[in-house]
């Protein structure tokens, strides 16, 4: 188990240089554009055949209007047909 932190964090470079996980579970802030930020980050460091997770991605589906939060943080340009960063989720 490895810690993450806050975007950028200072363990970035070293999840990416040491590479060669199985499993890498994103459990972060849950706004979608920290969850892109992981997902290109740390995707590299994956092992081929290996796991990606990201937890709470509903908040890609939250309604726009008016502007939720999550954690006293917004979700600016959140929902569902929204583009990223407000939308971590593709049709």
């Known amino acids: 188990l490895l810690p993450g932190g806050p975007f950028p964090s200072p363990y970035d470079d070293f999840w990416v240089t040491t590479g060669g996980y199985d499993l890498i579970i994103d459990d972060a802030s849950h706004l979608p554009i920290h969850q892109l930020f992981t997902l290109r980050k740390l995707l590299p460091a994956v092992r081929p055949g290996g796991y990606f997770v990201v937890e709470d991605l509903e908040t890609s589906y ?30």
């Open 62 to 91: 939250w309604n726009a209007k008016p502007t939720p939060n999550i954690y006293g943080l917004l979700l600016h340009g959140a929902g569902i047909g929204q583009p990223a960063p407000g939308n971590a989720v593709s049709k």
